[in-house]
């Protein structure tokens, strides 16, 4: 195997930023939907408005998730790049790959978030097909 160079660690900032930004993104555009949601629950409560919130609120959950695999994985990298720089070649392999490993388990739990976001969206689809006919 080669030897851990800084710019390894380096090159996976911009994906991570990258991901973050969506990710964050994602948790702005969640915000809204829940407010939303609170407005016409409060308005009117109802079984469907209460399982569009427990649907909510597991992406939520998984959205926290990502976001902070992926804040992690970040600062390894830079305690990576840290590790490279005094000359603590080992240990920077291993924090290098455990990073590697929680962007691996962040993205995997974005597939995940996102296969809850589109049955979210078939309900509603769903619905509106049922009022048409």
Same mark, same amino acid.
């Given at each position: ?24 993104? /994602?948790?702005?555009? $969640?915000?809204?939907?829940? /407010? ?5 629950? +409060? ?6 408005? $209460? ?7 597991? /992406?939520?959950?998984?959205? /926290? ?50 296969? +809850? ?17």
């Amino acid at each position: 195997m080669e030897q851990l160079t800084l710019t390894t660690p380096a090159l996976l900032f911009s994906a991570i930023s990258l991901i973050l930004l969506a990710y964050t993104n /994602r948790f702005l555009a $969640y915000a809204s939907v829940v /407010r939303a949601l609170h407005d016409k629950f +409060i308005q009117s409560p109802n079984d469907i408005l $209460y399982g569009q919130i427990q649907n909510m609120r597991k /992406r939520l959950i998984l959205t /926290r998730s990502m976001q902070i695999m992926g804040i992690a994985s970040l600062l390894l990298c830079v305690l990576c790049m840290f590790l490279i720089y005094i000359g603590w070649q080992t240990a920077a392999e291993i924090i290098f790959g455990v990073a590697l490993v929680l962007l691996i388990l962040s993205l995997g739990t974005s597939i995940k978030e996102i296969q +809850i976001s589109v049955k979210a969206l078939d309900l509603h689809l769903s619905d509106m097909e049922k009022k048409e006919c």
